[in-house]
């Protein structure tokens, strides 16, 4: 680039007028850290960026047509489907879009959390990141119910229903939710402003600022290095490498939005149109959210009634909201992290919390169940099923993290494991195993975490 | 945050748990009326263990009835018609809405009958009457529940007697008042119902809309002729299919003579080889019992027993109720057709129809039988192996070759256009699989669906010009089917191939810029 040269042409009219060339420097010296740890991690949040905006501009081409209402909602869909020019590669690229954003968000949170990259001081990074993910899975919860068809209106029943469980302000929150007593076509205006206007906006500005912190502290550099032993020049190097990815991303959007139109077909990944919605008829049975809330969705499902005095779905949707506050105050609880050094505990937690997701998961999908029926007998060859193929993955990762990258603290991914193993293999209730497994983990993870917590020496990382 | 949300969640739960677990009895709950204590004796009187004899949902369940439906309790026990905690224990058992337990304590006659300190054996009522040795229509559940009972007819308006007042029974003088008279010979039995049933004006107060003429019609019935002309009471009477003390309207799923139950109603003597013992038909042979069995089996009976179609066929739809008998041979054909008329048209129009007539064959029956009607497929028509057509035919109609002709090609047109519907069923599946617009297609889909349904039904016209009227539309659709199929597919070839446009020109950015980074960052 020749900056004398530019500053005389547009650059300098512009320079004059907005003084952008401190800006341009800016852009000329940042560096991407190069250090112990693949690159691959510091793409996630471009892909992730890349297919919010292809949910823009095809949400956008959506919005052409889409008619929320009674009467249009699924017809506008099906006309889109089928009527509409490319109406069926924009639904199904949006579909599509909509998964692997949350796929890359997922892995992008999980890779911060492993690489440690919300220590000081990246903490409100971090923070407008997590908030970020929670208006993401706002976006599939409001965006699954506009074409008005039989799965998304159960599902969105049996959603929604779940909120009420909240001490308190829960039947308030669901009537906020619902527009009213049941999820009526209120329901869908409301989910519609939320899905087009409301979240959208607030995602717009919370980027930015995500963005502005990236940019005004870099990425972080690997864990106990002050600097990155090397870098590489964000521009041009770096920005080719993610548009390289994101012409990757857009060739494989189109190739499943071609071949794959209604997604893999397996509960919680479908977007097959199908009946319209009708709310006299009886729910069936069945009905499952997206493959992201299959987690909580199974997690209520191993809560009795009434424990310890309290509902059941209140005390489970306790122990999420504690999961979510240890998740997000995370940059605060790490206190080897904030000292720059190695923090196991975390990244075990990490580790567990994936093992306890990913057995919830396979559980919801009815893996190994007889006949498909949800009796006693199924639901423990359910159990017993996804537990070995839990134990399977689990031993495969832990010889991975031991073998390759030397971890040695691995008391809460074992506590997973162990619940894994006693209630999916020898077949103790899930709240049982859960309570031995988390008992058994307490005592090892108080003293590690007691050692732990010393001065902060330095006032942190960087 | 979390915290709070447990502290609140605690509270809200555990205050009105502290509330709600009491089950012992309320003597005012706030409310005007207090339990007077010989009710209050009854309610909490210990048994052997010292526990109240009557339980713990009884107690609940008395201690949520309102105000006055405890005022009448306490009034039966007043006029000691409830002495014993065991009796009022049954009675709350049975868990009745209020109006009816209040309507039970009212009555002088259930209460005393249902009293095992007054009563016993055949006049006592109970929850149990096997249990107790009372025969089974002494039931107290079923009583309470009884249609007559709900319209205010009492024990006494057919046995006699005044419920409130003194204890004698005056019998109506229709009622034979010696028990062996009145099981052996049951024929005064529908004229006793007919007193009210067949009186239109008395019957006008309680449900204008009830026919009067059952009376009548009972007395023209085979079953009429048998107990009243005969003396024969083996046969049905009023009570044999409507029950005694538990009556229920024909549209309750408890009565005895709702559709699904009739079956079993009639079968309970059609069915017993010892009932039909000596009955004949009318060619003299023994009166068969395996009509229950055979019912069972049959395409009618598959719908009403396990579908629960109650607008399947049953037994009283061929053969009447009041009025039943067999359907005879003239008349089978039009009782098919009460349903299946366009069948029925189309045969009427055929040239079996007067071959039929002067033969005396059944017209439906003849090809697909009574009791064991079995489900129809494409086999039944033409010349193979199941063909219904054959066996007449080969016997009839051997010299006419057309027969066999017309039979053959019915059958093979039925088949094809049946063959198209399920291959383009799973084609239309498959296209909307790959996301591509199958609207069209369905509707076609529909359309043969029901086009084939109506060429099994124009094989009753026995005429391939009449047949044609269906099967050239099939083959029109199937046709167009075809064409609109093809079309998807090209349509999927071009999304494939702009799929392949694609993937090159974005391929090429792409290795453009890979090979830009790679000329970049080569060490100099």
């Not at chain 2, 009376?215 to 409507?242: E, I, N, T």
């Not at chain 2, 048209?345 to 029956?365: A, I, Y």
């Amino acid at each position: 680039m020749n900056t004398a040269g530019s500053c005389r042409g547009r650059q300098g009219w512009l320079d004059r007028r907005y003084d952008i060339t401190p800006l341009i420097e800016f852009l000329r010296h940042k560096e991407v850290p190069l250090g112990a740890h693949s690159m691959v991690w510091y793409y996630l949040g471009g892909t992730t960026l890349f297919f919010f905006s292809v949910q823009i501009a095809t949400g956008i081409l959506l919005l052409m047509y889409y008619q929320p209402g009674e009467a249009t909602a699924h017809e506008s869909i099906r006309y889109i489907t089928t009527k509409v020019p490319f109406g069926w590669l924009i639904r199904s690229v949006h579909c599509w879009s909509a998964h692997l954003m949350i796929l890359s968000l997922l892995v992008h949170m999980f890779s911060t959390m492993m690489l440690k990259a919300y220590r000081p001081p990246r903490e409100l990074t971090w923070i407008s990141g997590f908030v970020l993910f929670a208006l993401t899975l706002g976006f599939g919860f409001s965006g699954y119910l506009l074409p008005w068809n039989e799965l998304a209106f159960f599902a969105t029943v049996v959603g929604t229903d779940s909120v009420k469980s909240l001490p308190l302000i829960g039947h308030w929150l669901l009537e906020v939710l619902r527009g009213g007593q049941d999820v009526t076509i209120n329901t869908l205006y409301r989910f519609f402003a939320l899905h087009v206007v409301i979240l959208p906006m607030s995602c717009f500005g919370l980027i930015g600022l995500h963005l502005l912190f990236v940019q005004r502290q870099g990425m972080a550099a690997p864990v106990g290095a002050d600097h990155a032993p090397r870098g590489m020049k964000f521009f041009p190097n770096f920005a080719i490498r993610d548009l390289l990815l994101w012409l990757i991303c857009l060739l494989a959007l189109l190739v499943l939005a071609v071949f794959v139109p209604y997604g893999p077909t397996i509960p919680g990944m479908e977007w097959e149109l199908g009946q319209k919605a009708n709310p006299l008829a009886p729910a069936y049975p069945g009905i499952k959210p997206e493959w992201y809330f299959l987690w909580i969705y199974q997690l209520l499902k191993e809560f009795p009634p009434h424990l310890v005095g309290l509902e059941g779905p209140q005390v489970c949707i306790l122990l999420v909201s504690v999961l979510m506050a240890v998740w997000a105050l995370t940059p605060w609880l790490d206190r080897e992290a904030q000292r720059n050094q190695d923090s196991p505990v975390f990244t075990d937690f990490g580790v567990a919390l994936i093992f306890f997701f990913t057995f919830l998961m396979l559980k919801a999908w009815d893996i190994g169940a007889l006949g498909g029926g949800q009796d006693p007998a199924s639901l423990r060859a359910i159990a017993w099923t996804c537990g070995w193929w839990m134990l399977a993955i689990a031993v495969v990762v832990t010889a991975v993290r031991v073998l390759f990258l030397g971890d040695r603290w691995l008391v809460l991914s074992a506590a997973a494991v162990l619940h894994v193993v006693l209630h999916g293999i020898v077949g103790l209730s899930y709240l049982s195993a859960g309570a031995i497994a988390a008992g058994l983990a307490a005592l090892p993870l108080a003293a590690r975490l007691k050692s732990g917590v010393q001065p902060v020496v330095g006032g942190g990382a960087r | 945050m979390s915290m709070l949300y447990a502290a609140l969640a605690l509270v809200l739960t555990l205050v009105p748990r502290a509330w709600g677990t009491d089950i012992g009895i309320d003597t005012a709950r706030g409310e005007s009326f207090v339990l007077p204590p010989d009710l209050l004796e009854i309610l909490n009187a210990p048994g052997d263990d010292g526990a109240p004899i009557i339980g713990a949902e009884e107690r609940g369940y008395f201690n949520a009835l309102p105000d006055h439906a405890k005022r009448q309790t306490a009034e039966a026990v007043s006029r000691e018609l409830i002495t014993t905690p065991q009796h009022l224990g049954e009675i709350l058992s049975l868990g009745l809405a209020s109006e009816k337990l209040e309507r039970l304590m009212q009555d002088n006659c259930v209460l005393c009958h249902s009293n095992p300190d007054v009563h016993e054996g055949a006049t006592l009522f109970s929850t149990d009457p096997t249990g107790v040795g009372s025969p089974a229509h002494m039931n107290l559940a079923e009583v309470v529940e009884d249609l007559h009972s709900r319209h205010g007819l009492s024990c006494a308006g057919c046995h006699g007697g005044d419920p409130a007042g003194f204890m004698d029974h005056d019998f109506p003088e229709e009622w034979p008042e010696d028990a062996d008279i009145r099981k052996k010979d049951r024929s005064w039995i529908p004229q006793f119902c007919g007193r009210c049933h067949s009186n239109a004006a008395f019957m006008r107060r309680f449900n204008p809309a009830l026919p009067t003429d059952q009376l009548a019609k009972y007395g023209a019935s085979q079953h009429g002729r048998f107990l009243l002309d005969k003396k024969d009471s083996r046969a049905a009477q009023c009570v044999s299919c409507h029950g005694v003390h538990g009556i229920q309207g024909p549209n309750s799923p408890r009565s005895k003579v709702y559709p699904k139950n009739i079956p079993e109603t009639c079968g309970a003597c059609h069915a017993s080889a010892e009932i039909m013992a000596g009955l004949t038909l009318a060619d003299g042979s023994p009166m068969p019992t395996d009509q229950l069995d055979k019912y069972r089996d049959s395409v009618h009976g598959r719908a009403l027993l396990e579908r629960g179609d109650i607008g399947a066929a049953v037994c009283n739809d061929c053969h009447g109720n009041h009025a039943a008998m067999p359907p005879g041979v003239t008349s089978v054909g039009q009782i098919c057709r009460t349903c299946h008329a366009g069948n029925g048209t189309l045969f009427d129009g055929s040239k079996h129809k007067e071959v039929f007539d002067r033969n005396g064959w059944p017209e439906c029956g003849m090809c697909h039988g009574n009791h064991a009607i079995s489900k129809t497929d494409d086999t039944m028509v033409g010349i193979g192996e199941n063909s219904l057509c054959t066996g007449c035919h080969a016997q009839y109609a051997k010299h006419n070759p057309n027969c066999n002709e017309t039979a053959a090609y019915f059958h093979d047109s039925i088949v094809e256009l049946n063959h198209a519907l399920e291959t383009f069923e799973v084609r239309a599946e498959r296209l909307a699989e790959k996301g591509l617009d199958v609207d069209l297609i369905a509707d076609e889909l529909n359309r043969l669906a029901d086009l084939v349904k109506q060429a099994r039904s124009y094989v009753h016209s026995f005429d391939s010009s009449d047949f044609r009227q269906v099967e050239d539309p099939g083959r029109e659709v199937v046709r167009k089917m075809e064409r609109l199929a093809e079309d998807a597919e090209d349509e999927y070839r071009a999304r494939r191939t702009g799929l392949l446009v694609s993937v090159f020109l974005i391929g090429s950015v792409a290795l453009f810029l890979y090979l830009k980074l790679r000329r970049m960052e080569r060490p100099s």
